[in-house]
């Protein structure tokens, strides 16, 4: 398994077990966590003989906004099961997140999952060719994937690609958004933008506590909240047409809180976009991927979703 974090009493309970009955346990997380979240269940799989890979990301460039870190999200079962997505193994949070992520009965996707945990273990980055219009596509951050012509085709790419690409919809649920930059300097905030104005219908559903200006986890009424000013990009988004919804949970609390934490798009109502990475250009240089995936059977839920959030949440 491949994890930001794992800080969960029980799952660290079921990995114990799982390795005292012979199962082959790996895992890796991001060094940070395991380091400086003082959690005893780190310590637990270590003195149970666990391999715990604490993996460094802390690459430096001027478009970074925030720590890169290991931010891949995915477990591998048998070498023919896997589930991946944005969730973190912090269960007593997840029943209050609302995550995505999608899961595989496929041998050739555990495979290429395999490829990403190899190699950053410290293993070769393994070069393989991909279709960008391919029914199915799995992208990380730091992959050798290339396009016919050899060009790199990154997680980054494919997301600015499939939104220029849109001809009808493009309904979107994001943690984060920011100034996402492409390879000539195109931008995901213009690229939206411009797909609303060539008729595209666009819809986001934002984390709304991050979508805004100011210190985030203190304390204030939702009067205050709400009169907290946007970030930049999403005010912009908002300025020039584009429907933003800013969802928080049910109930007021001390420090006003949103469940969103996944990172899907789908577009035309049949092409579907999720994984572990955030809109914004941190995520370029952290240890990220997504999946791209064209099928109205796989859209479904996911459009589901989007409607529910809409209805249970409030937005604003």
Same mark, same amino acid.
């Given at each position: 398994?491949?994890?930001? #974090?794992? @800080?969960?009493?029980?799952?660290?309970?079921?990995?114990?077990?799982?390795?005292?009955?012979?199962?082959?346990?790996? #895992?890796?997380?991001?060094?940070? !966590?395991?380091?400086?979240?003082?959690?005893?269940?780190?310590?637990?799989?270590?003195?149970?003989?666990?391999?715990?890979?604490?993996?460094?990301?802390?690459? @430096?460039?001027?478009?970074?906004?925030? +720590?890169?870190?290991? %931010?891949? !999200? &995915?477990?591998? &079962?048998?070498?023919?099961?896997?589930?991946?997505?944005?969730?973190?193994?912090?269960?007593?949070?997840?029943?209050?997140?609302?995550?995505?992520?999608?899961?595989?009965?496929? !041998?050739?996707? #555990?495979?290429?999952?395999?490829?990403?945990?190899?190699?950053?273990?410290?293993?070769?980055?393994?070069?393989?060719?991909?279709?960008?219009?391919?029914? &199915?596509?799995?992208?990380?951050?730091?992959?050798?994937?290339?396009?016919?012509?050899?060009?790199?085709?990154?997680?980054?790419?494919?997301?600015?690609?499939?939104?220029?690409?849109?001809?009808?919809?493009?309904?979107?649920?994001?943690?984060?958004?920011?100034?996402?930059?492409?390879?000539?300097?195109?931008?995901?905030?213009?690229?939206?933008?411009?797909?609303?104005?060539?008729?595209?219908?666009?819809?986001?559903? &934002?984390?709304? %506590?991050?979508?805004?200006?100011?210190?985030?986890?203190? +304390?204030?009424?939702?009067?205050?909240?709400?009169?907290?000013?946007?970030?930049?990009?999403? +005010?912009?988004?908002?300025?020039?047409?584009?429907?933003?919804?800013?969802?928080?949970?049910?109930?007021? %609390?001390?420090?006003?809180?949103?469940?969103?934490?996944?990172?899907? #798009?789908?577009?035309? @109502?049949?092409?579907?976009? @999720?994984?572990?990475?955030?809109?914004?250009?941190?995520?370029?240089?952290? %240890?990220?991927?997504?999946?791209?995936?064209?099928?109205?059977?796989?859209?479904?839920?996911?459009?589901?979703?989007?409607?529910?959030?809409?209805?249970?949440?409030?937005?604003?």
């Amino acid at each position: 398994m491949s994890v930001d #974090c794992i @800080d969960d009493y029980d799952f660290a309970n079921h990995l114990v077990n799982a390795s005292e009955q012979g199962v082959l346990v790996q #895992c890796l997380v991001d060094w940070r !966590k395991m380091t400086m979240t003082n959690s005893h269940n780190y310590a637990r799989l270590k003195r149970a003989k666990i391999e715990l890979i604490g993996v460094v990301c802390s690459p @430096d460039h001027p478009l970074i906004e925030v +720590e890169p870190d290991m %931010h891949t !999200k &995915f477990i591998i &079962f048998n070498d023919e099961d896997c589930i991946l997505g944005s969730f973190n193994i912090t269960f007593e949070r997840w029943w209050a997140n609302w995550e995505s992520g999608m899961t595989f009965h496929s !041998k050739g996707v #555990c495979r290429l999952l395999d490829n990403i945990f190899q190699s950053q273990r410290g293993g070769v980055i393994q070069r393989y060719g991909i279709d960008p219009f391919s029914h &199915f596509n799995l992208l990380y951050t730091f992959g050798r994937h290339t396009m016919q012509s050899g060009e790199n085709y990154l997680p980054h790419h494919a997301i600015l690609a499939e939104i220029n690409r849109a001809k009808y919809s493009i309904k979107i649920s994001l943690f984060l958004i920011g100034e996402l930059l492409g390879n000539y300097n195109d931008s995901v905030i213009c690229a939206l933008i411009n797909a609303k104005n060539r008729g595209v219908y666009v819809h986001i559903l &934002f984390n709304g %506590h991050l979508a805004r200006q100011g210190k985030i986890g203190v +304390e204030r009424s939702m009067e205050d909240e709400l009169n907290r000013p946007l970030l930049p990009v999403i +005010e912009r988004l908002r300025n020039s047409g584009v429907n933003v919804g800013l969802v928080y949970g049910q109930d007021d %609390h001390p420090v006003p809180y949103s469940p969103i934490h996944s990172k899907y #798009c789908i577009i035309d @109502d049949y092409i579907v976009i @999720d994984g572990s990475f955030n809109w914004y250009n941190t995520s370029v240089f952290s %240890h990220d991927l997504v999946v791209i995936a064209a099928n109205h059977e796989v859209a479904k839920p996911y459009l589901h979703e989007f409607e529910q959030i809409q209805q249970l949440f409030r937005v604003y």
